[in-house]
């Protein structure tokens, strides 16, 4: 996962200016920090993107939507 992938995964799953806070405040057990945080200490994107959706519960569809062809999309 790149970066530009992660942000455009939070947009969709989360919105952007929902998506912009949890990244910015949530602080993800899985990582004992924020997703900001992890990602300025050099986290992979992927890693980053799968501790907030443990924090949040995604669904299994929203986990893969960074996979999905925006093309296809509605």
Do not use: F, I, N
Request: proline letters at 1%; a negative charge; charged letters at 30%.
């Amino acid at each position: 996962m790149k970066h530009s992938e992660l942000w455009r995964a939070v947009e969709s799953v989360y919105g952007s200016a929902y998506g912009r806070s949890l990244v910015k405040d949530l602080v993800l057990t899985g990582l004992g920090t924020t997703a900001q945080e992890a990602l300025d200490a050099g986290t992979s994107p992927r890693r980053v993107w799968d501790a907030l959706c443990d924090e949040t519960d995604a669904s299994q569809a929203d986990r893969w939507v960074y996979r999905e062809d925006g093309r296809r999309r509605g």
